[in-house]
């Protein structure tokens, strides 16, 4: 919601988990049920619609399912944040989620954004190089999606991420931000991207803008609590 705010966008909310999180990671973690999933859904899209949608932690199967059903018919470009666990290693999903995400709802995305223990968990091996990003983008591609976005942050060195459509292969290189304040980025690359494709950018215009965009964040972190701050999503 911060990031679609701070690039001009109206964002609107289906809340599919309930966590009891702090800057030192997720404590507990109640799903929301599969029905007042899609009713939610539902409410929105029924009555204001969207001009892109982005997913992240949806939790478990029956949620995935009923994501998927909402969306399949919907011509708005579909961003998934593949959202597996926090930041500090915490599973946020029930076992039998994965295999969902993978054939029900990555069929349906623009673009789909894991980090490397992500494409881990989608693929059976996490890439440790370049070359091996690619293949896992290659890999990921082939369950549906038209685009791949594998994020290169775990890697040493300055960072990586590779954009392919099975055609064409894109580097966004990075520079290293020195700052234990970086909760977020995932999902605030994933939004940003998303309000790129609601405006009508293409998916390599739309990666190029959110990329500028949550590196600024990252620069502007901040502590809040006694653990990993966020990221400053209006500080850029």
Not at 66 to 77: T, Y
Not at 138 to 165: C, F, N, Q, Y
């Amino acid at each position: 919601m911060k990031t679609a705010l701070a690039l001009g966008a109206h964002g609107m909310t289906v809340v599919t988990a309930v966590t009891a999180q702090d800057s030192h990671g997720a404590h507990a973690c109640w799903e929301v049920p599969a029905t007042a999933v899609r009713a939610q859904l539902t409410a929105v899209l029924d009555d204001i619609g969207a001009d892109a949608v982005k997913t992240g932690m949806l939790a478990t199967a029956a949620n995935v399912a009923a994501v998927a059903d909402a969306l399949a018919a919907r011509a708005a470009p579909l961003v998934v944040d593949p959202v597996l666990a926090t930041s500090h290693g915490q599973p946020l999903a029930a076992g039998d989620m994965l295999a969902a995400l993978a054939g029900q709802l990555l069929p349906l995305a623009t673009l789909v954004t894991p980090n490397l223990p992500e494409a881990a968990r989608l693929t059976g091996a996490e890439p440790t190089s370049e070359r091996e990003m690619i293949a896992a983008a290659e890999r990921l591609l082939a369950l549906g999606p038209r685009w791949v976005l594998i994020k290169g942050g775990h890697l040493a060195g300055d960072p990586v991420d590779i954009l392919s459509d099975g055609d064409q292969v894109l580097r966004y290189p990075g520079t290293r931000v020195d700052t234990p304040h970086t909760h977020g980025t995932g999902c605030t690359l994933a939004s940003a991207i998303a309000v790129g494709l609601g405006r009508g950018d293409d998916v390599p215009t739309a990666v190029g803008a959110a990329k500028a965009y949550v590196t600024a964040a990252i620069r502007s972190g901040f502590p809040l609590g006694s653990g990993t701050g966020p990221v400053g999503h209006d500080r850029g």
